[in-house]
């Protein structure tokens, strides 16, 4: 079993990768099973790449809230299943850098201040809350974040079959991960740590469509 010691230090190496490295995806990017579809105009390609900005930072979020809450529980058990999240998550941050590169965008400035923020969240989930609080809480985001890529598939040009792609690929994995959490025996958060965590996440899509 990995000592207290051991386990800081891969959160650390897990850190310095998602910020400052290429994620490596373990499956096919969803994107190469498209068809090229439309070529885009210069507004079309400014909106993808704004909510694709988005995605990535959301899947940076992720990583970080994973990495968190599997150094802060003392379940190794429960610290396996997030580690499996998190590997699953790392397709999501990989297909949605690669969707920006091909944009001609670039991932939000600000990512370290949103890691940070999110492992903060992710460790006092852990620490604080217990198992089946930190997998309510795991419940909570993968749902929040469901509908939010749900309001991206309105939103994305139609001709944008590659990040529509990705996208669909994303939420569907999201889903799994709630019910999953669920089904290990995630509780309920309460009602005013629900909306703590919209407004948050206003907060972060909302400076992350632009910085």
């Known amino acids: 079993m990995p000592s207290p010691t051991d386990r800081l230090l891969t959160a650390i190496d897990g850190s310095l990768r998602t910020l400052f490295s290429p ?3 373990s499956r096919p990017n969803p994107a190469l099973q498209t068809n090229p579809g439309t070529n885009l105009t210069e507004s079309e390609r400014r909106l993808s790449g704004a909510l694709m900005r988005v995605n990535h930072v959301g899947e940076v979020c992720a990583q970080a809230l994973y990495t968190a809450q599997a150094l802060g529980t003392p379940d190794a058990e429960l610290r396996r299943h997030l580690d499996a999240a998190a590997r699953e998550e790392t397709d999501h941050l990989a297909w949605t850098r690669e969707r920006l590169d091909e944009l001609g965008d670039r991932a939000s400035l600000l990512n370290p201040l949103w890691y940070a923020g999110a492992f ?5 989930a852990g620490r604080l ?6 997998l309510g809480f795991v419940v909570e985001t993968e749902r929040q974040v469901e509908a939010h890529l ?3 598939m309105d939103r994305l040009p139609s001709g944008d079959t590659a990040s529509r792609a990705i996208v669909a690929q994303m939420k569907e994995d999201e889903a799994r991960h709630a019910d999953d959490a669920l089904h290990r025996g ?3 958060l309460p ?3 629900r909306g703590l965590m919209r407004l948050a996440a206003r907060v972060m899509t909302t400076v992350a469509h632009r910085i």
């Open 120 to 124: 903060g969240i992710g460790l006092l």
């Open 191 to 193: 009602a005013p740590v």
């Open 150 to 152: 749900a309001s991206h």
């Open 186 to 188: 995630g509780a309920p």
């Open 23 to 25: 994620p490596q995806a």
């Open 129 to 134: 809350g217990g198992d089946r609080l930190s």
